[in-house]
């Protein structure tokens, strides 16, 4: 008898470069078997159901598109506007991982920026791996380090 597949939900927040890494992955997963769940803005569905998997959205379309040409998105107050657009999603993706949680069966794979995955793993107990995939999510002093002794 073979195990049970498991239910696995893919979630990312962010731009392309946040979101395309993981589509592989969604599919790679379904391929092996397991019953996968991508969850990210609307924005990305086309993209993701192109690989075959299975798409719930965490916003709209519209809201992407307001966050990329938000006007202080890339000044000084770049990382406030995400932040407050991340916790949005946070509590659209937490109330989406909730519904179609089924312990023992259910992990999830999720971006360092999808605080939902986080706060649904330290909740709800769901298994949880995160994944950091921009270069902004894995910073470094070396630049620092490198530019003080020039």
């Known amino acids: 008898m073979s195990p049970r597949p498991l239910k696995i939900f893919v979630t990312s927040f962010g731009s392309a470069g946040d979101i395309n890494p993981f589509i592989p992955i969604a599919a790679a997963l379904r391929d092996r078997g397991h019953e996968v769940t991508f969850v990210a803005n609307a924005f990305f569905e086309k993209s993701v159901r192109a ?3 299975p ?7 519209e809201e992407h598109t307001a966050l990329l040409h938000h006007p202080r998105l890339l000044g000084k107050d770049g990382l406030r506007v995400l ?8 509590r659209r993706v937490y ?3 909730a519904r179609g949680y089924e ?3 259910t992990v999830v794979l999720a971006s360092s920026w999808s605080f939902g995955a986080r706060v649904a793993q330290e909740k709800l107990g769901i298994p949880t791996a995160t994944a950091h995939v921009p270069p902004v999510s894995a910073m470094s002093m070396t630049p620092f380090l490198t ?3 020039a």
Do not use: D, H, W
Request: hydrophobic share 50%; proline share 4%; net charge negative.
């Open 83 to 90: 932040l407050e657009t991340a916790a949005e999603a946070m």
């Open 55 to 61: 798409f719930v959205a965490s916003g709209s379309a």
């Open 147 to 149: 530019s003080q002794n």
């Open 103 to 105: 312990p023992g069966r």
């Open 51 to 53: 690989a075959g998997v």
């Open 95 to 97: 109330a989406l991982l």
